[in-house]
């Protein structure tokens, strides 16, 4: 089944202790991606990667990290967490770039006490 | 500074209604407008999308008109059903530029369509 995974689904932590949330895609997509999704501000993306070591910033990358080692694989890293990175992470995937039909993973909530 | 700008950020309508959502856009850059719709707990999904070369583009109930001059689109939902009720994101990115790579997205509507 073609899909997104994204782990763990739901994280509590506390401040200043380091996090990774994967994100793998089966799709052999060049393109991926990662959101935030808060009340009110809708979806904001974070960082991208338009293929295999290539990434860059999105509309609020501070506080993050990402790398793109393999194709399949999209980690988000929070070196750091603060409480005002409370929030709904999704990551995505896609054929070339963000013009084509993205596929969402199931979310990640991550609740920074 | 917002990309895009979505409303109304809530929407009721009677099963049956048309409920219209609206999103505007500055940069003209921006050459392709998805809209994508997302169920309590899941992740968003791709609902329709429309390219600036055309003004309306319809998929079975759902229509996206397309104003270029005006920098402006909307989202029709004819005959809407409960089963429609949903946030809908309006967003919007570009082939090209500086801004390859990016997508924008609007705030988000939440709709609620009564049986």
């Known amino acids: 089944e073609a899909q997104v995974t994204q782990n763990p689904r739901y994280l509590i932590t506390v401040t200043g202790k380091k996090l990774t949330v994967t994100c793998s895609q089966n799709m052999n997509h060049e393109y991926m991606s990662w959101y935030r999704q808060d009340p009110g501000l809708g979806l904001r993306q974070i960082y991208y990667s338009m293929n295999v070591e290539v990434t860059d910033k999105g509309d609020v990358p501070e506080g993050y990290k990402v790398s793109r080692k393999e194709k399949r694989n999209f980690p988000l890293i929070l070196e750091s967490p603060s409480p005002n990175q409370t929030s709904l992470y999704f990551c995505?995937?896609?054929?070339?770039?963000?013009?084509?039909?993205?596929?969402f993973g199931p979310g990640t909530r991550l609740t920074v006490l | 500074q917002q990309q895009v700008k979505q409303s109304p950020q809530s929407l009721i309508v009677q099963k049956g209604g048309i409920p219209i959502i609206n999103c505007a856009y500055e940069n003209t850059a921006f050459d392709y407008f998805p809209w994508y719709q997302q169920f309590p707990g899941k992740g968003p999904a791709l609902l329709i999308a429309?390219?600036?070369?055309?003004s309306e583009k319809k998929e079975g109930r759902f229509t996206i008109s397309f104003n270029k001059s005006a920098k402006q689109f909307s989202l029709h939902i004819m005959d809407s059903q409960p089963g429609d009720s949903a946030t809908y994101f309006c967003?919007?990115?570009?082939?090209?530029?500086?801004?390859?790579?990016?997508?924008?997205f609007g705030r988000g509507t939440q709709l609620t369509v009564w049986p």
């Open positions: 967003a919007a990115c570009s082939y090209r530029g500086s801004t390859l790579g990016r997508l924008y």
């Open positions: 995505a995937s896609s054929v070339g770039g963000p013009y084509n039909e993205q596929f």
């Open positions: 429309i390219r600036p070369d055309v």
